[in-house]
């Protein structure tokens, strides 16, 4: 419409390349998860001094992004976190940019990551970010609710076994004055109630005292607000209390 | 390995979830083209009060990103940018995380937007950031050199139409006081001739005069830089001065 | 591992092009139905001089084709078959082939076509085969039940309408003395109560008391056959009676 | 188009379980390589009691089947065959139903079973069909010609070494008198000079002396035929001496 004579015509010549893009329908009637995992996070929580094993900040942070991610893009039904990753859940019936996986990707990672930095004083007030940081982000499909609650279980309890290990091994290493390899030996082929009990004998801490954002994560769903002067009902993202568990986390995306 | 009793069973009971991720492995011996483009970028230009036809700050800050993409991702020949879309070329024998479409796309993707944020304050000294922008990313596969000229070059023609047109309709709104609609009234139906000839002759400006920057777009290769005093030779990102001809993108792509 | 010298040298160097094919992995947890069509069967039907609007010559080699497909590849659940088409459903936790789309259908649809050639005499003993006939197949993924048995109504319903449009067409040909372009004319946007008045009034035909076979179609499932004498039970495919209503296929494949 | 009122309206209810079909374009400008092996060939070869280590009238049956494919579906540039398998080479640009894998696929896999047993009377007059065949198919698509040169290197490599192979056991045991297991034990190991040099001075057998046949599997290609007194020129499949070597192979594909 905006032709220009041989421009226009020499961009229709081209214009051929376009239908070489990858389709990547997603399955329908499939709830769709995307993941975003952070890039050498490592790396990055050493450098801008996270605390260990749990750093609020950073987790409140994370959350902050979901939260403008579900805003933002709205036709996400609910999200869970833990630690530097996060998960998006489409709902089986979602229609957005025709159910294309790499649109569903690449705007939750980039609403994401835009919001890591652009939050990030709000949380690290004096600690400046130094460098922009990275994300991957994946689609996976589930054909039905029970893969879906047990996709959610598998990742609380990912974060369960990882947040126990590293609030043991930081408490050997912060209050145990061990060596982290010293920790590391001691806790090697441990279970879980071998931890517990280390925690519990040597260092009088009950890991279930232990702040519920670190040991099951993070849930965000939407919740009806009535606001009585205004006009009526709208939703709003909200936090569920970190009692991310697997059954409460799905009954929400049921609704 | 981290293994804890009870949370470990739990864990592997509901790993099968894994086996659900979508396989995207992009065919081999093709060239690799992540185009990542801005969301609603109108909208995200009139708050951020964007210079109308071209925004150098805009179009300084979007190089700047791709060239952070480049730097922190290193697999990438070269680049190309105009407007608020960037193209990212992985070289056709890439083998970057198993050639995962998943993974360029939200690496390149994820880079750009926390880029876009984090080195926002740089070209926008006096303009604060109002939300974080979000991004869509693509993947296309092109199997031959012909192809991936040809991709380049549509997408500099389609640079050049955009300009032409939108430099006329600035300067009719601007210097010539139509208002929009009556600048897309005289604009519709012209060819690129007609446009030259209006600017020219109406406004005495030669389009050809107008710069590069804005007419063609921006291209990133990697230049080898020669340091005699320190440790020989490395390679660095250089904006290469706006001729980003398809000839001479294309040529760096072989490198 | 049959090694031999510079053979084997230089086979492995070009082995690197096995890593250029498709992966097609099917979703888990989603029922596979391979559906298998004709190829220009309208051609095929003419020269073999099949019977219209139904042979049952034609019906039942094709269910003998099916036959022949469920017990050579064994771990379809069932199959639903009219005119030249059939579906077979492979159960949605299948793993044969670690569920590569292609090896689905090319088993399926390459078993049916040799099969059709094979059983050909004893459908039609008097009528040679002309030529080898071809065979289209696709897969497609249902996620749910519910999906599957809609799928199976979709294509039932689609039997039912071509055989009621099909048994008036011909009764006004062979009977009724009307050219197929007068049939068409006659029959053209009149609904099913209006098709089945005319063979009533006209014909005397009740379309209720056609056969099954070319009302409904076919079903196949497996049945248990108890042999008192030889080595207990097994399990063997039975046609079942035509009364493919969709409630009664998918209640089969629940099994 | 043939509606018949409340069954249209049932079928259009159910008509949404079309758009779960898998998407599977083949990626443009891309060689299509459909390859074709027999299922269980090893069991079928010994109950219809194929002469070792190469059955004439199986391999020739196998390239009358290939010919079929070609003249079927007529947009195959070339085929490769040796042993139970059989290559097919669609034009890198060939549009054939819009580059659908499953249609490429399917279709080349149907006709050449049925081909098989509609052709296996020509190659075994004496010995019955005793059950249909079933072969698999597979789509592997090649950008480069210097890829697709070396797909069909390898499967000439392939043929030449298990023909050596082959060629040795079978005079071992048929000639030699060894058992299975002893020719297999006196070739563990050796290399393809040490296979010639048994033939020869074993048996006077010299290796390039077998037939091309078996040494290098089949071509066929498309030949123009001049008829004067006819219509002018047209095309045919011709079978190209058995010197399937790669050089000749591609540069006819290039035609």
Chains 1, 2, 3, 4 share one sequence.
């Not at 942070?61 to 609910?78: G, H, K, P, Y």
């Not at 990742?155 to 408490?171: A, G, K, S």
């Amino acid at each position: 419409r905006r032709g220009s004579g041989y421009a226009t015509m020499a961009k229709s010549k081209f214009e051929y390349v376009r239908d070489f893009e990858v389709q990547d329908t997603c399955l329908k009637n499939c709830w769709v998860v995307v993941r975003v995992d952070g890039r050498n996070f490592h790396r990055f929580a050493e450098q801008h001094k996270f605390i260990k094993p749990n750093d609020d900040r950073a987790l409140q942070l994370m959350n902050r992004c979901a939260q403008n991610v579900m805003e933002e893009l709205d036709t996400i039904c609910m999200s869970y976190g833990q630690s530097d990753e996060y998960s998006f859940v489409f709902h089986k019936n979602s229609n957005w940019y025709k159910r294309r996986a790499s649109k569903f990707m690449t705007h939750v990672v980039s609403q994401f990551a835009s919001s890591y930095v652009f939050y990030w004083k709000e949380f690290f007030p004096t600690q400046p970010i130094l460098y922009p940081p990275g994300f991957d982000g994946r689609v996976v499909l589930y054909p039905s609710d029970q893969n879906l609650k047990d996709y959610l279980s598998w990742r609380q309890t990912d974060c369960h076994i990882n947040n126990l290990y590293n609030t043991v091994f930081w408490t050997l290493v912060q209050k145990g004055e061990l060596t982290p390899a010293k920790a590391e030996e001691r806790l090697r082929g441990t279970v879980s109630a071998e931890k517990n009990e280390i925690l519990f004998s040597e260092f009088s801490i009950n890991y279930n005292n232990e702040p519920e954002l670190y040991r099951k994560g993070s849930v965000l769903i939407w919740v009806k607000v009535i606001r009585p002067h205004r006009s009526g009902k709208r939703t709003q993202v909200r936090q569920e209390r970190n009692t991310a568990s697997a059954e409460c986390a799905t009954s929400t995306t049921s609704a």
